[in-house]
T-cell receptor, first 111, second 112 residues
Framework: DADVTQTPRNRITKTGKRIMLECSQT?????MYWYRQDPGLGLRLIYY???????NKGEISDGYSVSRQAQAKFSLSLESAIPNQTALYFC??????????FGSGTRLTVV | AQSVSQHNHHVILSEAASLELGCNYS??????LFWYVQYPGQHLQLLLK??????LVKGIKGFEAEFIKSKFSFNLRKPSVQWSDTAEYFC??????????FGKGTTLSVSS
């Protein structure tokens, strides 16, 4: 099994729908992150969590929310999806500031 | 605001040419520096990282990077590229207690 598992791998949804992207990790790390990747813009930080009780906004948190259900689980929600949220979403976990492990990504298309 | 700048959006090289990709950051104080690679259709892989010590860091697949503190730079180099190095390259920076912030990436195309 992968160290960081993201579900679903691909999703097409309609404008205005609520959607949740899930992430789980088996590394036993406290820190987890959500990024989105857009062509020409690199990876931008959406939210991050340094432990179960800690949630922090990143560079582009508007339109997104997160839930840290357990040390191993960190979900990203789009309350009302819009087309410009079409992107590749990556979850990551790290041990402190150093050893980051990324998931394989979720490709989300909002039509 | 803290930021990471990658100078080249798209670099095109022939096989065996030398590569240098620029990366500058705007953070003050102690930083941790990373280069990641993303091959077409794949997720991110760590090429190399710098935390402290020797500013010349060697990574996988023949890549190296040099940290120049006075220039706030961490440029990636490879003496001789191969077709298989075609990919997107990302510079990233963090500090203790902060999340990793990425540059916009450089697409490298190597022709055989």
């Amino acid at each position: 099994d992968a160290d960081v598992t993201q579900t679903p791998r691909n999703r097409i949804t309609k404008t205005g729908k609520r959607i949740m992207l899930e992430c789980s990790q088996t590394k036993g790390h406290d820190r987890m992150y959500w990024y989105r990747q857009d062509p020409g813009l690199g990876l931008r930080l959406i939210y991050y969590s340094f432990d179960v009780k800690d949630i922090n906004k990143g560079e582009i948190s508007d339109g997104y929310s997160v839930s840290r259900q357990a040390q191993a689980k960190f979900s990203l929600s789009l309350e009302s999806a819009i087309p410009n949220q079409t992107a590749l979403y990556f979850c990551a976990t790290s041990e402190g500031a150093y050893g980051y492990t990324f998931g394989s990504g979720t490709r989300l298309t909002v039509v | 605001a803290q930021s990471v700048s990658q100078h080249n959006h798209h670099v095109i090289l022939s096989e065996a040419a030398s590569l240098e990709l620029g990366c500058n950051y705007s953070y003050g104080g102690t930083v941790n520096l990373f280069w990641y690679v993303q091959y077409p259709g794949q997720h991110l892989q760590l090429l190399l990282k710098y935390f402290s010590g020797d500013p010349l860091v060697k990574g996988i697949k023949g890549f190296e990077a040099e940290f120049i503190k006075s220039k706030f730079s961490f440029n990636l180099r490879k003496p001789s590229v191969q077709w298989s190095d075609t990919a997107e390259y990302f510079c990233a920076v963090n500090q203790a207690g902060t999340a990793l912030i990425f540059g916009k990436g450089t697409t490298l195309s190597v022709s055989s």
